[in-house]
């Protein structure tokens, strides 16, 4: 099986442009989560979503949005880029419920210029 | 707000030493705790996770134990190798669906 799949892997912006990045689940998980990793510091929690709808909100502004598919994939959007916003940003899926292990993606490296 | 921080920030240890890395929070009222392992410039990979009815958790060489009521977890690595340098996180399960991570202890295991 697959794991969890992120693109692009790097990505170059500049300022005030906008994003998409890109996930796939693990075959059968219907929550998605999205996080930001700064360099140097642990991941912060940005949305979770399940079954396309959002069931959890991190402390972010309204220029960071997400959507879920009815595949379970997931978009994480951001407008209005700013430098603050270079990071890793990671996906993570899990079966919602019983276990809640979380399974993480590579990461999509975003460097806004 | 919940608030997770792993001490130390970084560790070096020869081959073979037992070890022990710490992750507190201040809310004790969390659904479950999980420890990950994140090689440089990569994702995060799940070594362990307690839920909060549970005390520890075993997998080979690992071991995780989690006192809700203090808000602490350790992890035990036993007879560590290079091939466990990496950074360790951990990430607590909160109310409103939300994930708290620490800033993770960096680790060293010196051949």
């Known amino acids: 099986d697959a794991g969890v799949t992120q693109s692009p892997t790097h990505l170059i912006k500049t300022r005030g442009q906008q994003v998409t990045l890109r996930c796939s689940p693990i075959s059968g998980h219907k929550s998605v989560s999205w996080y930001q990793q700064v360099l140097g510091q642990g991941p912060q929690f940005i949305f979770q979503?399940?079954?396309?709808?959002?069931?959890g909100r991190g402390n972010f502004p309204d220029r960071f949005s997400a959507r879920q598919f009815p595949n379970y994939s997931s978009e994480l959007n951001v407008n209005a880029l700013l430098l603050g916003d270079s990071a890793l940003y990671l996906c993570?899926?899990?079966?919602?419920?019983?276990?809640?292990?979380?399974?993480f993606g590579p990461g999509t490296r975003l460097t806004v210029l | 707000k919940q608030e997770v921080t792993q001490i130390p920030a970084a560790l070096s240890v020869p081959e073979g030493e037992n070890l022990v890395l710490n992750c507190s929070f201040t809310d004790s009222a969390i659904y479950n705790l999980q420890w990950f392992r994140q090689d440089p410039g990569k994702g995060l990979t799940s070594l362990l996770l307690i839920q909060s009815s549970q005390r520890e958790q075993t997998s080979g060489r690992l071991n995780a134990s989690l006192d809700k009521s203090s808000g602490r977890s350790t992890l035990y690595i036993a007879a560590s190798q290079p091939g466990d340098s990496a950074t360790y996180l951990c990430a607590v399960k909160a109310a409103g669906n939300q994930f708290y991570f620490g800033t993770g202890t960096s680790l060293t295991v010196i051949p």
């Open positions: 979503y399940y079954e396309k709808e959002e069931r």
């Open positions: 993570a899926s899990r079966e919602y419920g019983a276990t809640d292990t979380q399974y």
